[in-house]
């Protein structure tokens, strides 16, 4: 008789894994409601319009922009944890400062402190993760710990609209402190290996390969085009849904958004893993294509929320996979930089659909905005396959 023999696979919920995903939701839920009650916080307390919200958005994004290639090479330089640490640190101090924030300037100066910490941080949180999760589970792993962010996204607009809406701004503030402390715990719980560091001469000038990961490139200039489009998703939704009384529905958007990824998350993230990226991408490209289309379609609140289930199981897979490729593009040591390269782009994406897309909304509407960036998507399936899909080893799915 034979003897099958089982192999094991190596543990993934370990409590280093399960710390640095709850600092990175912490981190997140923060991002995620100050995103959504600031706004009303300038223009009913500070007196402010929408130039200053956009420029108070612009000013986070940017300064965290600015500070990724940096983190990314101190993640190698001074050690993982210890960058994660002054992130997470700085993240607090500017958490705390928000109670001090009446007037435009001083809110200004705050946001750009904040999102210096908050660059440090998800970047660090994107390096040390990398290197908790076992080789063999990396799709897997990079799927769930995203499931975190996305919970965030989700948690952060309800959790800080109600207490805006209900109690005041003193406690949304004091909130953000104690998740800001919270976030702080679960980092100094973590026992990160440090990766082998790169001998370098001294006194050697710095060059692009220090800040910046070459082989991840081809991936995050993918992650640019699609981050371009999805920050008309969250820049526009609300206003959009608004324009068609579909007030009521767009509040669970998100909500639908994340039920669909957390339905998906444990089939995708195996599947990466065992046949490839290509098998989940493509189809998640096409399921985030369908999802903007139906956006610009939408004439009932049914199809408003099919299309936030369709966006977040295209976009919210397609994100933790390009992450994954992003650092098995990369060799071990560098998974920091890759990280910081991942997020510089993608970030800027983001920063650079948000004011471009504005200006276009002043001329068109915000359902032809959303055909446009349909069509952009599906183009963006000939950019993939030409930076990274032709390259990747196919592999027989009937296994």
């Not at 094991?8 to 912490?26: E, H, M, R, V």
């Not at 890759?338 to 909304?361: H, M, P």
Request: hydrophobic share 50%.
């Amino acid at each position: 008789m034979k003897v099958v023999k089982t192999v094991q696979k190596p543990k993934l919920w370990t409590k280093d894994f399960i710390s640095i995903s709850l600092a990175s939701f912490f981190i997140f839920l923060i991002f995620y409601m100050l995103m959504v009650t600031l706004p009303i916080y300038i223009t009913d307390d500070l007196n402010g319009n929408g130039q200053d919200i956009g420029l108070m958005a612009t000013a986070f994004v940017i300064s965290a922009i600015i500070l990724r290639p940096f983190s990314g090479n101190w993640l190698n330089s001074i050690g993982q944890k210890r960058t994660l640490l002054i992130g997470v640190t700085i993240f607090l101090i500017g958490s705390f400062l928000y109670f001090g924030a009446t007037s435009i300037s001083l809110l200004l100066a705050i946001r750009i402190l904040h999102g210096s910490g908050f660059g440090i941080a998800t970047t660090s949180t994107g390096g040390i993760v990398a290197n908790v999760i076992p080789n063999e589970r990396r799709g897997e792993g990079m799927g769930y710990y995203a499931t975190f962010m996305n919970l965030a996204m989700v948690v952060g607009p309800f959790l800080g609209l109600t207490i805006v809406h209900s109690v005041s701004y003193y406690v949304l503030f004091i909130l953000c402190g104690v998740f800001s402390v919270l976030a702080i715990l679960f980092s100094l719980f973590i026992n990160v290996p440090e990766p082998e560091r790169e001998q370098k001469p001294l006194k050697k000038q710095l060059s692009f390969s220090d800040f910046f990961e070459k082989k991840t490139l081809p991936i995050a200039i993918v992650a640019f085009t699609l981050s371009f489009v999805y920050s008309g998703v969250l820049s526009f939704i609300s206003v959009y849904a608004g324009q068609l009384n579909l007030e009521e529905a767009s509040s669970l958007f998100f909500v639908v958004y994340a039920t669909f990824l957390l339905i998906s998350r444990p089939f995708t993230g195996k599947w990466f893993d065992l046949y490839g990226e290509n098998v989940v991408i493509y189809p998640c490209i096409l399921l985030f294509a369908a999802g903007i289309w139906l956006l610009s379609q939408v004439q009932a609140g049914w199809m408003l929320l099919l299309a936030g289930g369709l966006i977040g199981l295209g976009f919210g897979t397609l994100l933790s996979a390009f992450q994954s490729i992003a650092i098995q593009s990369s060799p071990s040591k560098r998974a920091g930089v890759a990280t910081a390269t991942f997020f510089v782009l993608f970030d800027a994406g983001f920063a650079t659909g948000s004011f471009l897309l504005g200006i276009i909304a002043t001329y068109i509407d915000y359902a032809q905005i959303y055909i446009i960036c349909s069509i952009l998507v599906l183009l963006s399936i000939g950019l993939y396959y030409v930076l990274h899909g032709r390259k990747v080893q196919r592999r027989n799915i009937f296994i």
